[in-house]
């Protein structure tokens, strides 16, 4: 197996602390990381790197973990520009516009199902997303939810099924028997194909008890919890992710002083997804409330047609700095090791040996321009379990 280092690291983010200055990012200066096959082997100061087959010079950049996308929904067909530009007029975002995407999902082939979550996903990786999760929630059918697993297997091993992103137009009138049919012959054809399942608990989407019984049906089949919660309203899902310790709460915009205290006093972590809030003029998520109260913050993008359609974890790590009252460290935090976290996964996320051989090179001393520089693209390499990627814009 051939060896690598990367020297002359301005800054190096390590995500953990005994490994460089005791804060949370395990800051090293003018340092070195060795990659051996598809791991990381060593870091540290340049001037002690161990002896290797090969060498990439840094020339005083910043080298940072992969940045960990914890939730999107890549599996789609159609987009929503005019629901966009009808929004920035004025209109108001609300859960009913899945529909619309729904309709454009049935009606593709699996072939070009699979060209758009190609190219989303070759978007993000010259963005720097080196691991993604992705969900269904566009079929709502047994056939289609199961179709749109399927696919999002073939390139990520954290796939979410989400037949509860609301209720399917057919059911319109009789939402019990579509959360029976989420719950029998759907959660039965769609398990084989994920890890997590997943709940949008919202007024016009699914209620607490909704929500609850499909989370322990899937949990039942080995299905891990995940939950959007809070993200339109106040409302039951942030303690109902605590009770059933879900990996993750999802959005968590409208929070309640006991909600925070739940999320604090548990493992399950708050994902802010502030795309949405851009994308649809709503209110921040408050970062700074749940990371005083010592909640585990995780940014990521919700990259999807309607109400995020950005694939930019850079972007997003910029909006929480400047309006959610996060510190650039504390988000780049978030959007690498917090994401890992949310995916209760240790092998991402951190440059510390063991873990998977992903990161970044930036076009920048230091990590802190991923907010300081917004809409620049600062991302100049990307590694991916060892591999230096060639990344092309189309
Ligand atoms: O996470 N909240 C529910 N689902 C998506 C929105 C999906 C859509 O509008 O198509 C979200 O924001
Ligand atoms: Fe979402």
Redesign the pocket.
């Known amino acids: 197996m051939s060896s690598t280092v990367i020297s002359n690291i301005a800054t190096l983010v390590t995500n953990d602390p005994s490994l460089g200055d005791a804060s949370p990012l395990g800051l090293v200066r003018d340092a070195a990381v060795v990659i051996e096959g598809d791991r990381i082997v060593w870091t540290g100061e340049s001037s002690k790197a161990p002896a290797t087959d090969n060498r990439f010079d840094a020339e005083g950049r910043a080298v940072l973990p992969g940045f960990v996308d914890s ?1 999107s ?1 890549l599996v789609f067909a159609g987009d ?1 520009t005019e629901e966009f530009n009808a929004r920035m007029s004025g209109r108001p ?1 609300s ?1 009913g ?2 529909r619309t ?1 729904v309709a454009a999902t049935r009606a593709a082939t699996d072939a070009q199902l699979e060209a758009n979550l190609t190219r989303l996903l070759a978007e993000a990786l010259r963005q720097g997303t080196t691991t993604f999760e992705t969900k269904s ?2 079929g709502l059918t047994t056939e289609d939810e199961a179709r749109a697993l399927r696919l999002a297997a073939r390139h990520t091993d954290e796939v979410t099924f989400l037949g509860a ?1 609301i209720v399917a137009p057919e059911y319109a009138e009789d939402p019990a028997g579509y959360v029976a049919l989420v719950t029998g012959e759907m959660l039965d054809a769609c398990a084989p194909h994920a890890r997590w399942i997943d709940v ?1 608990c ?1 007024k016009g ?1 699914f209620d607490g008890d909704q929500a609850r019984a499909i989370l322990t049906a899937g949990r039942a089949k080995g299905l891990h919890p995940r939950v ?1 919660a809070n ?1 339109l309203s106040y409302g039951p899902g942030v303690q109902l992710a605590v009770e059933l310790d879900a990996a993750s709460a ?2 968590c915009t409208h929070l309640t002083d006991a909600d925070v205290d739940a999320l604090a006093n548990s493992r399950t972590v708050a994902t802010l ?1 502030p795309g ?1 809030e851009f994308s649809t003029r709503a209110e921040w998520p408050d970062a700074r409330r749940l990371l005083d109260a010592g909640a585990t913050v995780a940014l990521s993008t ?1 990259c ?5 359609f950005t694939s930019s974890v850079p972007f997003c790590i910029a909006l929480a700095v400047r309006d959610m009252g996060m510190t650039p460290d504390e988000a780049v935090w978030s959007a690498t090791a917090g994401g890992a976290r949310a995916l209760r996964r240790d092998d991402v996320g951190r440059i510390a040996p063991g873990a998977y051989a992903d990161l970044l090179l930036l076009d920048a001393p230091s990590h802190v321009q991923l907010a300081y520089r917004p809409g620049v693209p600062l991302v100049r390499k990307v590694w991916q379990k060892g591999r230096r990627l060639e990344l092309r814009w189309m």
Do not use: M, V
């Not at 999807?304 to 995020?308: D, F, K, M, V, Y």
């Open positions: 939730h929904h929503r975002y859960a516009g899945i995407t929630g566009y992103h949008f919202e989407a959007h993200q999802d959005h997804l949405a919700d999807n047609p309607g109400s995020s």
